[in-house]
């Protein structure tokens, strides 16, 4: 593929206005969420178009340090056995948030990339704890993030992440650390908001991009027939990417909130049913099976388009990522907390394991009728306890800059969806890596 060759179908007739971006809608889902399932209310009015600041530079800039190398480890384990060791997976999902000096690999001013909603650093807040901190899984030792071992397992390759702001904001922390270590060029991009974009690494010919695409299927955001809702074709992906599937050689998908909106679903051309479509005159179905025939029209596109190809693909989903609002989203401390909880402090419950579980099993069944394909990788990133544990990585307030500067209004918008940069979503790319690195090790 030539980096800068167009996204094939491409069209942006749908977009959306701009007081409909995806972060404030997610900053009201959760709250919605409990009232749209149980106590059908309309959502509740928000105008912040004039507060939308303009953002994304797009220029990275590289810190002066170079990579970081791990921390010395202390085993008993002799080499051979921690060779072996890391020939078998990992349970990223058992371990806790242990306290960590090194902190993060990159900060506020040194990546160009963050979206200015999760530039919580240079947005003024004032506490640093939850920088430092990092996952220690009970059963494995998961190895600070190393840019170069990156960059050298995705050498020739093309990576996407596939899906809504949440994707985003992990190409994001990938995004920074990477430069830590190499200069990207930014080479293509395209939509409102920067929702497709594709990067280059000279040094070690790897490109980078990100498809926006929070249902992976075929869908219109925010119709504007009828009532505001999505429509959603659960039996065909969006082109936007599956068409340019060709080129990709790891994919990264991640959704999930946007499922939660009101929506009318289409399958096999005629209505599935609809969720929280008040006035459209449609059976509800909710949005758990909705979001399972996405993921499993993901992955089956993928496996036909792609299983059988000379290079294959590795194929990951980042299952979902909780948010923590504690009271009411558009006022003061809505996410107040500046430590991760402590083991047994938060159950994993409700709607996210809901979430959670239709990845983990939509994966599996992905994983089996892959296996005719010897080139063909899926891995979940099961990041939904671990992030579940960081009520303190949110922006917050700083979604916006300075908030306080005239002291606590009465509203506050407050972002207790996506990730501060640097923040927990680093973890989620030092997993990613981890991963391909047994990988790595395994073939050998
Ligand atoms: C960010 O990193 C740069 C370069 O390492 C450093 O000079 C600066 O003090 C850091 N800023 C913060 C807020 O930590
Ligand atoms: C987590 O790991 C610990 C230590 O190896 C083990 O005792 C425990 O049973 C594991 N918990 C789960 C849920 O797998
Ligand atoms: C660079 O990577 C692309 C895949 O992303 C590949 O098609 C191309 O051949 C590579 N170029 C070189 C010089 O290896
Ligand atoms: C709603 O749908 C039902 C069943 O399809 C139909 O009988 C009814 O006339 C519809 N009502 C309206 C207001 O369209």
Redesign the pocket.
């Known amino acids: ?1 030539g ?1 800068t060759s167009p996204l094939k179908g491409q069209s942006y007739s749908h977009s959306l206005p701009r007081k409909f971006l995806p972060y404030v809608l997610y900053a009201i889902l959760p709250i919605a969420l409990f009232r749209l399932y149980f106590h059908p209310l309309p959502l509740p009015q928000i105008s912040t178009t004039d507060q939308l600041s303009p953002n994304n530079r797009i220029v990275l800039t590289v810190s002066s340090s170079s990579s970081f190398s791990s921390p010395p480890v202390t085993s008993s384990l002799s080499k051979e056995e921690e060779i072996a060791g890391e020939k078998t997976p990992c349970d990223y999902t058992n371990g806790s948030w242990v306290h960590d000096k090194m902190g993060p690999l990159y900060n506020g001013t040194t990546c160009g990339t963050i979206k200015d909603g999760q530039n919580c650093i240079s947005h003024g807040r004032p506490d640093f704890g939850y920088l430092y901190w990092r996952w220690q899984p009970s059963q494995c030792k998961l190895p600070r993030f190393d840019p170069n071992t990156f960059l050298n397992l995705l050498r ?3 990576l996407a992440f596939v899906g809504d702001s949440m994707a985003r904001n992990q190409l994001e922390s990938l995004l920074c650390m990477l430069a830590t270590a190499s200069l990207p060029k930014l080479v293509y991009t395209n939509g409102e908001d920067n929702k497709f974009r594709r990067w280059h690494f000279a040094s070690h ?1 790897t ?1 980078i991009s990100v498809y926006w695409s929070p249902f992976l299927v075929r869908g219109v955001e925010k119709s504007n027939t009828g009532p505001d809702h999505n429509e959603l074709f659960v039996d065909n992906v969006d082109e936007r990417w599956g068409g340019d599937l060709d ?1 990709i ?1 790891t994919i990264v998908l991640s959704i999930g909130h946007w499922f939660l909106h009101p929506a009318v679903f289409y399958e096999g051309g005629s209505v599935l049913g609809c969720h929280y479509c008040v006035g459209l005159n449609h059976t509800e179905i909710g949005f758990y099976d909705v979001m399972r025939k996405a993921v499993k029209t993901a992955l089956k596109t993928i496996t036909e388009r792609k299983g059988g190809s000379d290079n294959g693909i590795d194929v990951f989903l980042t299952s979902f990522s909780p948010s923590h609002f504690e009271g009411e989203w558009d006022k003061a401390g809505a996410c107040p907390k500046t430590k991760p909880y402590k083991e047994g402090e938060k159950k994993l419950e409700g709607m996210d394991a809901e979430m959670r579980a239709v990845e983990v099993e939509e994966m599996e069944a992905g994983k089996m009728n892959a296996k005719q394909f010897g080139k063909m990788r899926l891995e979940l990133l099961d990041v939904t306890k671990l992030s579940l544990m960081r009520p303190d990585g949110h922006p917050g307030p700083y979604m916006y800059p300075n908030p306080f500067a005239n002291g606590v209004q009465e509203r506050v918008q407050n972002d207790c969806v996506h990730w501060c940069l640097p923040g927990p979503i680093d973890t989620w790319n030092q997993i990613f890596l981890d991963v391909i690195r047994r990988w790595s090790i395994k073939s050998r």
């Open positions: 593929m980096v020739n390759k093309h010919n490109t080129h050689d």
